[in-house]
């Protein structure tokens, strides 16, 4: 199936590993031009010149935190039109409610409800005019599957959630959509992160608790990124217009609920 982005501006954030280069590498094959953004300058060209020489589409780097005022800056300036853009960013860090403090969760809701919404604003009315606009959110399958150890995440990626309900419903008349890809257990560092966390707090060995997880998995295995970015370039789409405002669960069949 063509999907109809050949020759888009992409803006994708945090896409020099995992499930952010799983979306830049499937928008890229669908003839999308790509900016991509990250932290790490080695990673993040690597992964460019990977793009390069798989798509031949122009690939432009923009080596900066998008959390911060002066990242987005930067990736608006590489990319100031974006037909699409991929939100994304590292999740903070698991652990007890009790040990965090104030800044702890002014600084999850910068990076995962505040960054996203701050670039939203800064793209929407430009792909309005254009008429056509597609914006992905990666959240977390914990907004509808809540991990207690990841209570940072849970409770800023859900008043993401609810900001997109809302703004979802007035663009997609101009044929701007904006969802949210909700990613469960995928071979990302993100991974090794959480489930170290639940180890430690378990007292037990990292392998053990790896292998307890995706015994909970229906698939019977963990998700790989290039599955992810797939989903991502589909609803990035010509033919997903008429889908908006939803959250997408890509989780191997994990969620055990029926809405």
Known sequence: M??????????V???????GRGCAFALAREGANVTLVARGAEA?????????????????????????????????????QPDILVNNAGG?????????????????????????????KA?????????????????????????????LSNGARSGLTGFVAGLARKTVAHNVTINNLLPGFFDTDRIATVIGGQAKARGLPYEQVLAERVATIPAGRIGNPEEFGAACAWL????????????????GGAYPGTF
């Open 236 to 251: 990035c789409s010509a033919q997903a217009g008429y889908i908006t405002g939803q959250n997408w669960l890509l989780d």
């Open 44 to 80: 993040l060209e690597k992964t460019a010149t990977e793009i390069r020489a798989a798509t031949g589409v122009d690939v432009v780097t923009v080596a900066a935190d998008i959390v911060t005022v002066a990242g987005r800056a930067a990736a608006l300036a590489a990319c100031p």
């Open 2 to 11: 063509d999907l109809g982005i050949k020759g888009k501006a992409a803006l």
């Open 123 to 151: 793209a929407v009315d430009g792909m309005i005019d254009r008429r056509f606009g597609r914006i992905v959110n990666i959240t977390s399958a914990a907004v509808k599957m809540p991990i207690d150890v990841l209570g």
């Open 13 to 19: 954030c945090a896409s020099s590993k995992g499930l």
């Open 92 to 120: 903070p860090p698991p652990g007890d409610f009790r040990n965090w403090s104030r800044d702890d969760w002014l600084a999850a809701l910068d990076a995962n409800m505040l960054a996203p919404i701050e670039l939203i």
